[in-house]
């Protein structure tokens, strides 16, 4: 799994951090989470092709998050996408989305399979062969949404070698991967432990935007292998952020401590900040693996350890 | 007068040209002309400042001339913005707009007044001290607008040296610029026309996007100084332009011949284009003053004759 920041910015995008937008490469499927304004021109920037994005998640309705939305749909159109792009938005925007393409009189080339988010509890709204995506509430001035993406238990580990050890066909060896033991051609069963080593963890990517800090949000990503959170505000500014319903760095950081989480991103920066440093240094005081979302960088997703 | 380009690109942004929107100065006062998906990023970048603007005109409703406006909106009532904003585009945009503000529950600092674009004629929608605004028609798919900025009839240039010789008093000279005589303490009338030389031609700078080819509009922009004119496209594919009702090189190139304007700009490529030399070299065969619209480049608008 792979995430590409497209966006780093909050309200006001500065000429260095366009506006919330990442993308999630996971087992080769991409995933738009927000869509601020320019994200198609990040997309662009970055070369991930926009024939490869069939599911958009917005997180809640303010336009540094979705602005982007209506020329990118657009663009999809005017390059002949023929195959439908799922939405996953809060469900107000449902009809508002119809109502813009009947006033600029627009016929999208493929369809739009709205999914409405309204959950208040955690719900999976993706099931997919590899993997899952939770939407989860969030607490910001409009209705908003965090997203988990977590993959699905993966096999088991053949150990090294063994294959050829005991001439294991080809055909058996998913049903070995999935904890079936095997039988040796002389009727000898080897037991799968002994075949087998346990599977990685799974991997996961939570992504929570905007929020302001509250104790229930760290269980809805427990133990995820990179959180990302916004960090409108650096520790001095928490009246602001409390009254803007956003999270300060520290914010950010109690809730990565508190989900045990492998990985934190910050981003969602305020517009006052020149430099991210210091923001992601008053992160490291609670905890200390957090990295800075930066427009353009790409985030291996993985339980080794590594710097971003 | 001093024309920025923000955005050179027709309907699909490209990594090197962002959507079209254009920023004219004229005696410090600044005008945005169309807002594609990213303008306020491109502001930015170009170091305009926001505060600056108070006149935004929308040519048409695509897309790619209007999407960057709802987050310039937003971002303007952010920055606390409190003086009115003018808004030209095609009328059927102001309910639009309001409609826009009511479902994102967005409350602007700031008032905007809305003035309509319909006339099927040119029609004067802006009248300055130094300055008018000219709206005309254009032939495209939806109802589409030109705008024609040029400057009020100079002063007359006074003779150098002449002030000193005939002692003429500093609250004389307004008048006399305007074309007055002057009458000496001794009772002697000196002409104006030996006091003064005739005026330099007054600047102007003609927008012309999105349209086909028609005669007509030649007249509507005649003798400008400098005309911006779409070139979507290259002249071997006239049938597509004609389809679109866009314009190819050489379509731009005989409305700059026929309105003898000064200096022809062309732009709003189709993203089919990597390279925008050959386009200019077609146009010149036709206008050989014409240049190629550039992303954060500016344009001296002048009567002199310049290299962009």
Redesign the interface.
Known sequence: MKLTVLGSSS?????ER??SAHVLNAHERLFLIDCG??T??QL??NRIRFSRINHVFISH????HI??L??LL??LS??GRKSPLRLYAPE?YDS?LL??LK????HLSYEIDFVPLKSKDPLIILDEKYLTVTSFPLKHR?QSFGFLFREKNRERNIIKGIIEELGIPVERIPAIKRGEDFLTPEGLVIKNNDLTMPPDKPLSYAYCSDTKYFPRLASFVKDVTMLYHESTFDKSKEDLAAMTFHSTTIDAARTALKANAGTLIIGHFSSRYKKIGPLVEEARTVFHRTFPAVDGRSYEITNAIIDY
Chains 1, 2 share one sequence.
């Open positions: 309200a006001l995008p500065t000429s366009f506006s304004e320019g198609q021109i662009r920037k309705l303010h336009g540094d602005f982007g209506y020329g657009s663009t005017l390059m107000s508002i109502t813009h006033d600029f009189d627009i409009v």
